[in-house]
Nanobody, 115 residues
């Protein structure tokens, strides 16, 4: 059973930084892509950043230049470094891994940015 566990969320002031971690377990396969998504109550979940098995990255326009996604395949961990945080970055952040045509989600971690 594939499991994803996120950590690193919390409360931070605007302009501050947080680093989210997503650790995968239960699979012998390296995910084709691993992504971070976020969701605000009442709104659709949106892609923040994703990284492919080969290391290619993709970012939402709203976070380009501020967020960086990196991966450590040996530890099956993906990180999201978030700098220059804004109040509009406040959301629950979810990790998603695409493995063998299936998508797996973590339970989410809350990020709150105060103004």
């Amino acid at each position: 059973q594939v499991q994803l566990v996120e950590s690193g969320g919390g409360l931070v002031q605007a302009g501050g930084s947080l680093r989210l971690s997503c650790v995968a377990s239960g699979s012998i396969f390296v995910p084709a892509t691993t992504g971070w998504y976020r969701q605000v109550s009442g709104k659709p979940r949106e892609l923040v950043a994703e990284i492919s098995r080969g290391g290619s990255t993709n970012y939402a326009d709203s976070v380009k230049g501020r967020f960086t996604i990196t991966g450590d395949s040996a530890k099956q961990t993906v990180f999201l470094q978030m700098n220059s945080l804004k109040p509009e970055d406040t959301a629950v952040y979810y990790c998603k891994a695409s493995i063998q045509i299936r998508d797996y989600w973590g339970q989410g971690t809350q990020v709150t940015v105060s103004s």
